[in-house]
């Protein structure tokens, strides 16, 4: 699309993304001399009742969000050049562009992402399931404001899929066990990619960077959640197990909620650095996703719709680390163990010693 091109009352200014599905073009809304992202359907799908079904759907769903962390729709139509949608700009890199400049720090991480995991928070609770949670679809602005973007892969709860069996809608870095295998897709899906984009951060590496796509569906469905104390010796190991619950086999024992997901490696970060001063652990308020604890709804589970087949977290239990005490904090039962250790070492040597002997005495 050339600059200067006006589609519907916005005038193209320059490209900011091209996709197979669709254009992105910095435009003014020329009525309000407003600067949007202008998002343009590309010409080869318009006419395709599906896609235009789910673009449309897409600033619907979108309009209907009003979250400080999810880009703004203004308005969604028809032109002469196709469907459009009309959205907040935002002024900022993409997180992946973050990654890919540099290793985040751990505490900017957090920060980040405790502000996605409110708006996935809100869109749950609406009724909604994002499906397509990557680093590419999350924002920053200024002042490390994030914003999570791209609803075109939206699904209530209620709806059917979209897709035939064996299909999956998704992005396959970040994709769910359940997605691949044609299981019902619920929040926890978005819960294990957010899990996987966390990962990513503090790593600058994909969960499963295998050679073929077909190698990374099967570790997401197979392999063990991959451990980031194994890549990053600085990070504490904690966050192995905040990540192994967030990118659960089981959609049951991953958090109920992102913004406890995000939570719970605030905790781990902050527990290690306590370590490290000597101070109490504590977790600072920014943080942690709501400047404070998480709040969940009542019962614990997203509450808005009756037909949410939602179900409880439950908690992965992993064994605590083997550490060796010290003389001091040994137990009575301790030392009789070892005393016990010592006692058959001493008989072991001794019927050696008598054998060596009979043996040369036969000789």
């Known amino acids: 699309m050339k600059e200067g091109t006006i589609i519907s009352g916005y005038r193209v200014d320059g490209v900011l993304a091209a996709g197979n599905m669709a254009e992105v073009y910095e435009a003014t809304q020329l009525s309000l001399n407003r600067v949007v992202a202008l998002k343009l359907l590309a010409p080869n799908l318009s006419d395709d009742p599906a896609f235009r079904a789910r673009f449309k759907r897409e600033g619907q769903v979108q309009a209907g969000l009003d979250h400080d962390h999810i880009v703004t729709v203004y ?10 949608l009309a959205m907040q700009l935002i002024a900022g890199p993409t997180l992946k562009q973050l990654i890919t400049d540099h290793t ?9 992402l405790s502000q996605v995991a409110r708006a996935l928070d809100a869109a749950h609770q609406s009724g909604l399931i994002h499906r397509d949670i990557k680093p590419q679809n999350i924002l920053i602005g200024p002042g490390d404001h994030a914003y999570l973007a791209d609803f075109g892969l939206i699904k209530t709860r209620d709806e059917a899929r979209l897709t035939g069996t064996g299909q999956f809608i998704g992005t396959i870095d970040y994709v769910a066990p359940e997605q691949i295998q044609g299981e019902p897709v619920t929040p926890a899906c978005d819960h294990y990619a957010l899990a996987a984009v966390l990962y990513e951060c503090l790593t600058s590496e994909v969960p499963f960077p295998t050679p ?5 569906l099967h570790a997401h469905v197979i392999a063990p959640p991959p451990r980031v104390s194994e890549r990053r010796a600085d990070l504490p190991s904690a966050l192995d197990t905040v990540i192994a619950r967030g990118m659960a086999k089981d959609p049951r024992a991953r958090p109920a909620l992102a913004a406890e997901l995000i939570q719970s490696a605030a905790r781990a970060l902050s527990t290690s650095a306590s370590k490290r001063s000597g101070a109490s652990p504590s977790v600072r308020e920014d943080d942690s996703p709501e400047g404070g604890a998480v709040r969940h709804p009542a019962g614990g589970r997203l509450a808005p719709h009756a037909d949410s087949p939602t179900a409880p977290s439950r908690l992965l239990q992993t064994d605590p680390p083997a550490q060796v005490a010290s003389p001091a904090a040994r137990t009575p039962g301790g030392r009789r163990r070892a005393r016990g250790v010592v ?13 060596l002997v009979i043996g040369l005495l036969l000789h």
């Open 75 to 84: 308005e969604a139509g028809q032109s002469e050049y196709g469907l459009f």
């Open 104 to 112: 985040l720090d751990p505490r900017r991480t957090v920060r980040l």
């Open 212 to 216: 073929s796509e077909a190698a990374t």
């Open 343 to 355: 006692l058959v070492a001493a008989l072991m040597l001794v019927a050696f010693v008598a054998g």
